[in-house]
């Protein structure tokens, strides 16, 4: 069954609102009758999305599934926890750069973008 915008996810059974208070309470309530840990409900939430980007679903993925107007709001709460990011970034930079000179060697040492333009080496 599809959703839409104004469908509830959270509904008292004649479908009026829930109030966010009321499923805070429950929960605490609920989780106090066990041995689980004494989390939040919005602790949830943010084990979501911790999972989500430390599994590597794009942020923007992540950024919807939240709610969030803009990525870089993710980004700046949950960065931390994507793994590698900047060691991501410098690999791929140093794969270009490999593959470029390759390229390079490949061509005995012609510049293949000067050759694109219609320059040579000499000018």
Partial sequence: MGLSDDDL???????????????SQQW????????????????????HATHLLANGVHPK????????SKVGITLDLYSHV????????????????KAALRNCVETNGSNPVAGRIGGTRGE
């Fill in 82 to 97: 994507i793994p590698g990011m900047q060691e991501d970034a410098v690999a791929t930079v140093d794969a270009a750069l």
């Fill in 61 to 68: 993925v992540a950024s919807e599934r939240l709610g969030h």
């Fill in 28 to 47: 605490a309530r609920l989780i106090a009758k066990t041995s689980l840990a004494r989390l939040r409900f919005l602790d949830l939430r943010h084990a």
């Fill in 9 to 23: 996810v959270i509904a008292h059974a004649d479908g009026s609102i829930v109030q966010p208070i009321y499923v």
